[in-house]
């Protein structure tokens, strides 16, 4: 569906008159593509509207000035709907959140499940493997508000995956982890962008997500 992401000219209304401070931006107030297929470190300080980018590339907030594009293989522009943007979400465009938004008095699995449940994407089975991998096999059925912020970190991470995508945008997805954990994240998503031909966007502030990256974005 999504072949080619586009910001054309973006700034963030908050930063119109009064620009980040830092330095130059690679990001806003630019013409960037992001391709199906590729990788993207998107490196940031705090303040430079990093949590902005991607809720603007989700389609979650509309508060910036100039144009962004999703575009299909033939160069048409998609999701000029809410409508059309909500279906999107649900079939190629993931999103792992940086404050992770799970609910809190689902399980592990629930939580992911849930999601699931509207896609059809995985086997319950499947998903227990995923978070059994990540290290979660004595958490499946443990509520979410007992998880420390790492666990919750994995169980986001594999919601995320619930789904058919043409990009995953992962906000800050190790933040929370050791090596070890966000090594082998690094391995399930890159064999999933080999499966589908995905584009990954990862942010950061520091503690990046180990991945061979295509291009590293300064925000």
């Known amino acids: ?52 980018f991607c809720s603007f590339l989700y389609g979650l907030r509309s508060d910036y000035q100039g144009r962004i594009e999703l575009l299909d293989r033939d160069g048409n522009a998609l999701g000029s709907t809410e409508k059309d943007r909500c279906e999107i979400r649900k079939s190629a465009l993931a999103l792992m959140f940086q404050e992770h938004r799970l609910f809190p008095e689902l399980t592990a699995l629930e939580n992911v499940m849930l999601k699931n449940q509207l896609t059809g994407y995985f086997t319950e089975g499947q998903v227990r493997q995923m978070l059994c991998t990540l290290g979660l096999q004595e958490k499946l059925d443990t509520p979410c508000a007992k998880l420390s912020l790492g666990q919750q970190q994995r169980v986001a991470f594999v919601r995320m995956l619930a789904q058919p995508a043409d990009f995953f945008l992962l906000d800050e997805p190790i933040s929370h982890l050791d090596a070890g954990n966000a090594e082998i994240m690094s391995a399930i998503l890159r064999q999933r962008q080999h499966q589908d031909g995905a584009g990954v966007i990862a942010t950061s502030i520091g503690n990046r997500l180990p991945y061979d990256y295509d291009t590293i974005i300064r925000l």
Do not use: Q
């Open 1 to 52: 569906m999504i072949e080619t992401i586009c910001f054309n000219n973006v700034l963030p209304n908050v930063f119109v008159g009064s620009p980040p401070e830092g330095g130059p931006t690679d990001v806003w107030e630019k013409e960037l593509s992001f391709k199906k297929g590729c990788s993207y470190l998107i490196e940031a300080a705090s303040g430079r509207g990093k949590s902005s």
